[in-house]
C-alpha cells in the first residue's frame, strides 16, 4: 500500500520561476490496484510518480510504502527500496544496448541476486507472456519500438515488485502496439497482483485502468474507480 | 552479477572499436619502445661492467696499502700466490688472478708515452675474463690481415700485447719493438725491449690508452721481485658477502669491491635509473592521458544509461567495477601487445644489437662499445604491469566522479 500525505513539491523554490508542482496531495494507492494519474501536460503528474518512486524528493509531506517512510531514506536505501520493491518503465525503454533481450530482462534479478534457475525460468515465464520469447537473443536495437517496451516492461516485472511505475509508456508507440502493451499490462497486474501505477494522457491506458486520478497545476483534482 | 558486469565492460570497450584499438595500439608501440630503451640503456651499462670487471677489476680487488695512491713497486702484496689460493676456497670465488703493475715510460724510435706495464699469467686471465675477446682484429674499421685470431696470442719471447688507444699514440702495429723503462725494487732505471704481439680493446679507458700486457713472469724478473708477490688480486665472485669476509680477512691489505674502484660507473648507473625513470614517467603518462580519454569519452557517451541503471536501482559499486573493468581491459590489451612487441625488440637488441658504429670514436672513449646490446630482464615486465595497472585504475577516477554526480531523476527528466 502506497499512502501520501500532505505532499508538496516546488521546482525553482525560492525565485521569480517558482512552481508549485504538487500541491497538498493525499492519496491512498492498495496493493493490486491499477491506476492512471492524467491530466494535461506539465500537471505534475510524472513528478509524483517519480516522488512515489523514490527518484525524486519532495519539500514537504509524507509518503510511505506500506509502513516505511520513504522521503526520510537516505539515498543508498532509497537506491535499495527502488531495487527491490519498485519497477520502472519509461518513455523511451531505456534498455541496456549492449545486453541481449535475455540479459535485459534479467538484470534487476541478477542485481537482487535471484539464483541461475530463478530467473532462468522467470524470464521465460515472462517473456512468453510477453510474446517476446522468440527474442532472447537480440540486441535491443534489432527489435522494433513495441517489442523493446515490451522487454522495459519484462525487466520491470521480472523480479516481482511491488509496484510498477510506468511513465508515459505507449508515448512512442502506435495504437496497435499500445493496445498490446496494455492489454499485457492487464494480465500482468492480474496474475502477479503487482500495483500498477501510470503517469499519462493516453486514452487507451485511461480505458484500461481500475482507477484514475486527475491531476491539473499539481492539484489532485478527481479521483474515481470504474 | 560480476559476469555480467565483465560482459557489459567487455562489450562496451569495443562499442567504438576504432578509437579503442588506437590507445591499445598507442600503449603497444610506446610500452614496446621504453622496453627497449631500457634494455639498451642497462645493456650498455652491463657491457660496460662486463668488460671493466673481466679485464681489470674483477668483483673484487685486493692491493697493499697505499699501492693505489704511490703506485709504487714497494707497497707489493707479500705471498700472494698464498693468498690467492687461500682465497679460491671460499664460498661463490669463480677465479682468482695475480697482476704485477708498473708505470714507467714506453718508447718506440720516434714516440714515448708514459705506461702501464701489466704483468699478467695469459692462462689464468683467460679463466678470469676470457682476456682473449678483447683481442683487437680491426684497428679503425679495417680487418688486419696480421691479426692473430681469438686463442693464438702468446706473451713468450717478451711478447706484449698493447692498450689500442697507446697503439695508435705509439703509432705501433703487431710486430712493432718497444722499449719499456722504469724504477725496479732496487731503485734502479731499468729498461726491457718488448715486441707487440697484440692489439686489445677492452674499453676500459685507463687500459686501452695506458696498458701494455706482459707474461708475469718475465715482469717479476725484470722488476726484481719476488714470484709469490703481486700489486694486485682480482677476484670474480657471486658471493656478495665476500668483500666484508675478505676486509675483516686481510685487514692488512686493501680490500676494495667493483663499485668502489669505479666510482664514474656507479654514478653511471644512478645515471641510467634516471633516465629510465624520466623515460617510464613518459610512457605512463601517454598511458594515463589514453586510458583517461577513452574511459571519459565512454563516460559521457553513456550518461543517460547510467543514470538510468542507478534510477532502477543499480548500487553505484556495480558501476564503478564496471568502469574500472573497461579501463583495465584497455590497459592490459595495450600491456599484452606492448609486451609481445618488447620482447621482439629486446630479443633483436640482445642478439644482434643496435649498431652505431658510425659514433664508434666517441663511444669507444667512454667505454661504450659501437655495437651496444640490449638486456632482458623479467622486472622490465612486471614493472610496467604495475604501472599501466596503476595508471588504468587511476584514470577512471575522474569519469567516475562524473557518474557519482549523476541524479538519476535528471536524467530521466531529460528523456525524449
Not at chain 1, 491499477?34 to 505534475?44: H, K
Not at chain 1, 536505501?77 to 520502472?88: D, I, S, V
Not at chain 2, 674499453?203 to 726484481?224: K, P, Q
Request: charged share 25%.
Amino acid at each position: 500500500m502506497i499512502r501520501l500525505k500532505n505532499v508538496n513539491k516546488y521546482f525553482y523554490k525560492d525565485d521569480p520561476r517558482e512552481v508549485h508542482a504538487l500541491c497538498d496531495i493525499n492519496l491512498t494507492v492498495e496493493n493490486g490496484e491499477f491506476t492512471l494519474f492524467n491530466g494535461p501536460s506539465g500537471c505534475g503528474k510524472t513528478t509524483l510518480l517519480n516522488a512515489i518512486g523514490a527518484l525524486d524528493s519532495i519539500d514537504s509531506g509524507k509518503i510511505y510504502l506500506d509502513e516505511t517512510e520513504i522521503t526520510t531514506l537516505s539515498e543508498q536505501a532509497r537506491t535499495e527500496l527502488r531495487l527491490t520493491q519498485m519497477g520502472f518503465v519509461f518513455q523511451s525503454y531505456n534498455l541496456i544496448p549492449v545486453l541481449s533481450v535475455e540479459e535485459n530482462i534479467s538484470f534487476i534479478m541478477r542485481l537482487r541476486g535471484f539464483s541461475d534457475k530463478e530467473i532462468s525460468e522467470r524470464v521465460l515465464e515472462i517473456s512468453s507472456l510477453l510474446e517476446i520469447d522468440n527474442k532472447l537473443k537480440l540486441l535491443p536495437n534489432e527489435l522494433s519500438g513495441g517489442q523493446q517496451q515490451r522487454v522495459a516492461v519484462a525487466r520491470a516485472v521480472a523480479a516481482k515488485p511491488k509496484i510498477i511505475l510506468a511513465d508515459e509508456p505507449t508515448a512512442n508507440l502506435d495504437s496497435k502496439n499500445s493496445q498490446i502493451l496494455m492489454d499485457m499490462m492487464r494480465e500482468l497486474n492480474k496474475k502477479e497482483g503487482m500495483s500498477i501505477l501510470f503517469a499519462s494522457h493516453d486514452n487507451l491506458i485511461m480505458d484500461g485502468a481500475s482507477r484514475v486520478i486527475e491531476l491539473k497545476d499539481g492539484v489532485l483534482v478527481d479521483d474515481y474507480k470504474k | 552479477m560480476y559476469k555480467l558486469i565483465l560482459k557489459m565492460a567487455w562489450k562496451n570497450t569495443f562499442t567504438r572499436p576504432a578509437r579503442t584499438l588506437l590507445v591499445i595500439t598507442m600503449i603497444a608501440v610506446s610500452m614496446s619502445m621504453m622496453l627497449a630503451i631500457q634494455g639498451l640503456y642497462d645493456g650498455m651499462v652491463k657491457n660496460m661492467i662486463d668488460k671493466n670487471k673481466r679485464s681489470d677489476s674483477g668483483d673484487i680487488s685486493l692491493y697493499a696499502k697505499d699501492y693505489r695512491v704511490q703506485k709504487d713497486i714497494k707497497y707489493i702484496i707479500k705471498n700472494a700466490v698464498k693468498i690467492k689460493e687461500d682465497i679460491e676456497k671460499l664460498d661463490g670465488v669463480k677465479a682468482v688472478v695475480l697482476r704485477l703493475n708498473a708505470d714507467g715510460l714506453l718508447s718506440t724510435a720516434r714516440k714515448s708515452s708514459f705506461a702501464s706495464v701489466h704483468g699478467i699469467d695469459l692462462q689464468e686471465e683467460e679463466k678470469f675474463g676470457s682476456f682473449s675477446e678483447f683481442l683487437k682484429d680491426k684497428v679503425n674499421g679495417k680487418a688486419r690481415e696480421d691479426a692473430l685470431g681469438l686463442g693464438k696470442m702468446s706473451l713468450a719471447k717478451r711478447g706484449a700485447v698493447i692498450g689500442i688507444e697507446l697503439a695508435k699514440t705509439l703509432k705501433v702495429r703487431i710486430g712493432s719493438k718497444l722499449i719499456f723503462s722504469t724504477q725496479d725494487s732496487f731503485g734502479e732505471i731499468k729498461s726491457i725491449a718488448l715486441k707487440v704481439r697484440g692489439i686489445v680493446q677492452t674499453t676500459n679507458i685507463l687500459l686501452d690508452s695506458n696498458a701494455i700486457f706482459v707474461d708475469i713472469t718475465l715482469l717479476h724478473n725484470f722488476l726484481g721481485t719476488s714470484p709469490l708477490d703481486a700489486t694486485q688480486i682480482a677476484i670474480m665472485s657471486e658471493n656478495e658477502k665476500l668483500v666484508n669476509v675478505l676486509k675483516s680477512k686481510y685487514s692488512n691489505l686493501d680490500v676494495k669491491s667493483f663499485l668502489e674502484l669505479q666510482p664514474m660507473i656507479k654514478q653511471i648507473q644512478a645515471m641510467m635509473v634516471i633516465f629510465n625513470s624520466i623515460t617510464f614517467f613518459i610512457v605512463m603518462s601517454v598511458v594515463f592521458i589514453g586510458i583517461f580519454g577513452v574511459v571519459y569519452v565512454s563516460v559521457l557517451d553513456r550518461i543517460r544509461e547510467f543514470g538510468i541503471v542507478l534510477g532502477i536501482g543499480m548500487q553505484y559499486k556495480y558501476i564503478r567495477a564496471q568502469i574500472f573493468l573497461e579501463s583495465i581491459i584497455v590497459g592490459l590489451i595495450g600491456y599484452l601487445g606492448g609486451a609481445v612487441l618488447g620482447i621482439i625488440f629486446l630479443v633483436y637488441l640482445r642478439d644482434y644489437g643496435l649498431d652505431l658504429s658510425s659514433f664508434s670514436d666517441a663511444l669507444e672513449m667512454w667505454g661504450y662499445e659501437a655495437v651496444i646490446t640490449g638486456t632482458i630482464k623479467i622486472s622490465y615486465f612486471t614493472t610496467t604491469f604495475g604501472a599501466i595497472i596503476t595508471a588504468s585504475v587511476l584514470s577512471v577516477l575522474i569519469p567516475l566522479r562524473k557518474i557519482k554526480k549523476i541524479n538519476p531523476i535528471d536524467v530521466i527528466k531529460a528523456q525524449i
